[in-house]
C-alpha cells in the first residue's frame, strides 16, 4: 500500500510538505503533477486535482527506490501551506486508488524495515524532532548518525564470532578443546564486560539529557523559594506572599539551562506546624526532593547565626545551598561546603548559583564524545546482556558458554533492531507524530 501524509506541522505557513511512499508514488506524482521529473531535482509544478481543476503551484520532487528515505518510490509535493490547499492535495491524493493517509511513525517504520534505519536511529529521529534544547539535540542527532548502533553492532560481531570459534571446536569433541581457544574465549568475554559494564555505568547521563534534569528547590517557609523560581523563570509562575505556607503544591517550570533541559520545582516550605494540605503539600515536597538530581536547599540570611544552621534539610552531595534575602543580613562564611549568597530582590548572587547549578547538571550530562544509552530500553537489554556475559565468564561447560554468547548477541541485536523486535515496533514507531 502506498502511503501520504503532511509531513510539516499543521495550521498556517509559507509552505507545507506532502510525502507519497509506496509503489504507487509515481502514478500519485504522475496524476497530481505531470510527468516524472529528474529524480531527486525539484520541478515547478502546477498540481491539479482528479477534474483537472488546478489546486496550487508546487515543487515537485521525486526519489525513485532505493535511493529514498523510506527506501520504496517516494514523492513530495512542496505546497503553499495554507489549510485549504493542503487538504486539496490530500484530497486528490485519496481519489487515487492504491493511497491511503500514513499511520503516526509509518514513513520511518518502512524505512526501518527497508535497512534504511537501525531502531537505534529511529529513536534518534524521534529525540531529534522532540529535542527542545541543543545538548538534547547534539545527543540525538549523534544517535541518528549511528553512534550507538556502531557501539552495540560491533560488539555483537564480536560475540557471534567468539560463539562461532566455540561452536567449531565443541563439533570436534574428539580432539577436545585446545586450551589457547578457551584461555582466548574467556579474556574476549572479560573484555566485552568490562566495556558493556563500563558503558552500563554512566550516570545514566543519555537519559536525564533526553528526559530532561529535575531540580527541586527546598527549605523552610518564607525563605524565598517561590520568589527564587519566579527569578529563574523570568515570569510569576509561582504566587510570593508575605505568609508562610502559601506554596501548597508543587510548581514547576521549564528552563534551557545553557542546553541542559532543566524542571525546577518549588515545593511547600516544610514547618512543623500546618493543616492538613500543607501537610500534603510537605509530603509532596519531600518526595519531589528525592526524586531530584539537583537540590537548591535555600536559607534567610535573617535567621542564620553561627554555627550550622538548621535549614529544614540536611544537605548532602546532591544539594547547593544558597542563602537568600543577603540584601537585608550578610550571611558568614558556610560552616560546611560552600554556600551562595542570594536575593531575589536585587538579583545578587543569582547569575552564580544559576552556574553552579548549570555546572553541577552538565557533570552529570552528555557532553559529547562517546556514545552514551538514552532509553530504558537499551538499558534494560544491556544488563540482560552483562548478565550473559558474567554467566558465559564463569561457565566451564563449553556448550552453555556459547548458548550465553549467542544469548548475549541476541539482547544486542534487539537493540538495533537486527534480531526479533516486533513487540517494541509499535510502540517505537507510534511515538512519531503522523508524517514521519
Ligand atoms: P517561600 O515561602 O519560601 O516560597 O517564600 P516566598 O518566595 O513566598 O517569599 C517570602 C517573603 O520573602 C516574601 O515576602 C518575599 O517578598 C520575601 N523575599 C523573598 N526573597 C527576598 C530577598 O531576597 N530579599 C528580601 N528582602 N525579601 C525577600
Redo the contacts with the bound molecule.
Sequence with gaps: MTIYALATAPGRAAIAVVRVSGPAAAAALIALAGPLPAPRTAALRQLRDVDGQPIDQALVLWFPAPASETGEDMAEFQVHGGRAVVEAVLRALGAIPGLRPAEPGEFARRAFANGKLDLTAAEGLADLVAAETDAQRRQALHQLEGGLAHLYDGWRRTLIDLSARLEAAIDFPDEGLPTDLTAGVARSIDDLAVQVRAHLDDGRRGERLREGFHVAII?R???????LLNRLARREAAI???E?G??RDVIEVSLDLDGLPVTVA?TA?VRDAGGAVEREGMRRARRTADQADLKILIGDSEHIGTGAPDLGFAPDERTIVAI??C??ARPGPSPGAAWYPI???TDEGIDALVRAVTDRLRSQAWQGGGPVLTRARHRAELEATLAALDRAASGTAPELVAEDLRLAARCLGRITGRVDVEDVLDRLFAEFCIGK
Design positions: 527549605g517557609p518564607n525563605v524565598g523559594k517561590s520568589s510570593v506572599a508575605p508562610p502559601t506554596t518549588d516550605g537568600n534575602k540584601d537585608l536575593s531575589c530582590v
